[in-house]
């Protein structure tokens, strides 16, 4: 397994020391991760290595023979303004440091500072490259228009515009290394939106998942970080933890609103540090994997409970991705069906079946609270006892006759005609009602009469009556 380069682009170290080269690429590499690094000894070579390559950052020393770190940075500042430079001199001199800022550097450090506050600079200004990189890609997507999308999409089945955005606002992300959030009801795919993440990052290793509902805090540990050999009685061998086993790839931690306080502490310093010690070692280990969280739970007010870290919290809704229910895309419900339906048919061995069109009508008007999930149980349910023909409808039926009926006055959050200065007289809500419904079952009395709770010959007789007063 080839490691994975971080960040996507390049950052180019010039200073002519070569033994300073090795020391602070050392140090990156161990305090920030970043090990997408090209050293250079010679000034003169810097323009060059910045037309032909793909750097974003540049850590400059000032005192170099032949052309000099403050002619470096004009010349680099005119010709490649979306180049990030930090310089690093043995110079302790504000008047040099404004002078820097002034010619246009981007932070100015000495060469006897901790590696730590070098590294937190790096990160912020990686962290600037990334997000501007993030930007351009998603202005791209939105002034192309294309309709052309990722392969990796194409496992998920949507005509919905809320799913297409999101599958834009992936692509555009698809090169961040940082962590990803995603959000929304339990069934409506949360795990496939992981998986097409990971493709389109083209990240080369593999995707691993780890449910952590059900770790407890010592589990939790032990899972993801390994242990070494004698840490605790029966560990007779190292064990390998699940985000070295995502190295190069991506770890999808799914069910994170059920984390524990102590995990939670665990996994923020995983993400802040980027690093980790495997249980019994003192050796930290660095993580070099993409984090991606997801929970059907509320995490804000999780947070707001004091039940989930406000800082953990942030820190992994840096990208947030939230699916909408499967009530809210209701366009996509024929092609799910017919999706489910053929895929059933395909396990039984049977013949493909007729979609009646009162099914889609009957599914239209139900609000699947088990999102795609219910609706392909619902789909094998059927195909299992189907013989040939048109579907029968009894299998969803039996599903959403079984419900118990929602209270809908109870929703209301204010008195139902408390809009009204009068009400409207009985006769008035009945043919209000009867209209409603026949317009949510686009006409089918079947459908129509199973919304209002009374039988098709009962609401037969109200229209004929409607007819006639008209």
Same mark, same amino acid.
């Given at each position: 397994?080839?490691?994975?380069? $971080?960040?996507?682009?390049?950052?180019?170290?010039?200073?002519?020391?070569?033994?300073?080269?090795?020391?602070? %690429?050392?140090?990156?590499?161990?305090?920030?991760?970043?090990?997408?690094?090209?050293?250079?000894?010679?000034?003169?070579?810097?323009?060059?290595?910045?037309?032909?390559?793909?750097?974003?950052?540049?850590?400059?020393?000032?005192?170099?023979?032949?052309?000099?770190?403050?002619?470096?940075?004009?010349?680099?500042?005119?010709? $490649?303004?979306?180049?990030?430079?930090?310089?690093?001199?043995?110079?302790?001199?504000?008047?040099?440091?404004?002078?820097?800022?002034? &010619?246009?550097?981007?932070?100015?450090?000495?060469?006897?500072?901790?590696?730590?506050?070098?590294?937190?600079?790096?990160?912020?200004?990686?962290?600037?490259?990334?997000?501007?990189?993030?930007?351009?890609?998603?202005?791209?997507?939105?002034?192309?228009?294309?309709?052309?999308?990722?392969?990796?999409?194409?496992?998920?089945?949507?005509?919905?515009?809320?799913?297409?955005?999101?599958?834009?606002?992936?692509?555009?992300?698809?090169?961040?290394?940082?962590?990803?959030?995603?959000?929304?009801?339990?069934?409506?795919?949360?795990?496939?939106?992981?998986?097409?993440?990971?493709?389109?990052?083209?990240?080369?290793?593999?995707?691993?998942?780890?449910?952590?509902?059900?770790?407890?805090?010592?589990?939790?540990?032990?899972?993801?970080?390994?242990?070494?050999?004698?840490?605790?009685?029966?560990?007779?061998?190292?064990?390998?933890?699940?985000?070295?086993?995502?190295?190069?790839?991506?770890?999808?931690?799914?069910?994170?609103?059920?984390? %524990?306080?102590?995990?939670?502490?665990?996994?923020?310093?995983?993400?802040?540090?980027?690093? $980790?010690?495997?249980?019994?070692?003192?050796?930290?280990?660095?993580?070099?994997?993409?984090?991606?969280?997801?929970?059907?739970?509320?995490?804000?007010?999780?947070?707001?409970?004091?039940?989930?870290?406000?800082?953990?919290? $942030?820190?992994?809704?840096?990208?947030?991705?939230?699916?909408?229910?499967?009530?809210?895309?209701?366009?996509?419900?024929?092609?799910?069906?017919?999706?489910?339906?053929?895929?059933?048919?395909?396990?039984?061995?049977?013949?493909?079946?007729?979609?009646?069109?009162?099914?889609?009508?009957?599914?239209?008007?139900?609000?699947?609270?088990?999102?795609?999930?219910?609706?392909?149980?619902?789909?094998?349910?059927?195909?299992?006892?189907?013989?040939?023909?048109?579907?029968?409808?009894?299998?969803?039926? *039996?599903?959403?006759?079984?419900?118990?009926?929602?209270?809908?006055?109870?929703?209301?959050?204010?008195?139902?005609? %408390?809009?009204?200065?009068?009400?409207?007289?009985?006769?008035?809500?009945?043919?209000?009602?009867?209209?409603?419904?026949?317009?949510?079952?686009?006409?089918?009395?079947?459908?129509?009469?199973?919304?209002?709770?009374? &039988?098709?010959?009962?609401?037969?007789?109200?229209?004929? *009556?409607?007819?006639?007063?008209?």
């Amino acid at each position: 397994m080839s490691p994975s380069l $971080y960040p996507a682009f390049q950052v180019l170290i010039c200073d002519d020391d070569v033994s300073f080269l090795r020391s602070i %690429s050392f140090a990156i590499e161990r305090y920030c991760g970043v090990n997408n690094i090209i050293q250079c000894a010679d000034s003169r070579d810097v323009l060059g290595q910045l037309a032909d390559g793909n750097v974003r950052v540049v850590l400059l020393d000032l005192n170099m023979p032949h052309l000099s770190g403050d002619e470096l940075l004009l010349q680099i500042v005119e010709l $490649y303004p979306h180049i990030s430079v930090i310089i690093i001199s043995g110079l302790n001199q504000i008047t040099t440091a404004v002078q820097c800022i002034k &010619s246009g550097a981007y932070d100015y450090h000495v060469k006897t500072e901790e590696p730590e506050r070098l590294g937190g600079s790096i990160m912020r200004v990686i962290r600037f490259q990334e997000l501007g990189l993030e930007n351009e890609a998603m202005r791209g997507c939105l002034l192309d228009n294309k309709n052309t999308l990722h392969q990796a999409f194409a496992k998920i089945i949507s005509v919905d515009n809320q799913m297409h955005s999101i599958f834009q606002y992936i692509e555009s992300i698809s090169k961040s290394q940082q962590p990803i959030l995603i959000t929304g009801e339990s069934g409506v795919g949360k795990e496939l939106i992981a998986r097409a993440i990971h493709e389109t990052s083209g990240c080369l290793g593999e995707l691993v998942c780890v449910n952590v509902a059900g770790l407890d805090d010592n589990l939790f540990a032990d899972t993801l970080f390994g242990h070494k050999r004698g840490a605790f009685t029966g560990a007779d061998k190292a064990r390998q933890g699940m985000i070295e086993c995502a190295s190069g790839g991506t770890l999808f931690l799914d069910e994170i609103g059920d984390l %524990s306080m102590a995990s939670q502490v665990k996994l923020l310093r995983l993400l802040q540090e980027g690093e $980790y010690y495997p249980v019994g070692s003192d050796i930290p280990k660095r993580i070099n994997a993409r984090v991606i969280a997801a929970t059907h739970q509320d995490l804000h007010k999780k947070k707001d409970q004091s039940k989930f870290r406000n800082d953990l919290y $942030y820190r992994l809704k840096i990208h947030h991705v939230d699916i909408p229910a499967l009530k809210e895309r209701k366009a996509d419900i024929p092609l799910l069906l017919e999706h489910f339906l053929a895929l059933a048919a395909s396990e039984f061995a049977k013949p493909m079946a007729t979609i009646p069109a009162e099914l889609l009508l009957l599914l239209d008007n139900y609000d699947f609270p088990g999102n795609i999930r219910e609706l392909r149980a619902m789909a094998y349910d059927a195909m299992s006892t189907h013989q040939s023909g048109i579907l029968s409808m009894q299998a969803f039926k *039996k599903v959403i006759d079984t419900l118990p009926e929602v209270n809908a006055l109870a929703r209301q959050t204010e008195p139902l005609f %408390s809009g009204f200065s009068t009400l409207p007289t009985l006769k008035q809500s009945t043919d209000f009602l009867v209209d409603e419904a026949m317009k949510r079952a686009k006409g089918n009395q079947s459908l129509a009469a199973r919304l209002l709770g009374i &039988s098709q010959p009962a609401l037969s007789k109200r229209l004929k *009556k409607l007819s006639a007063e008209e």
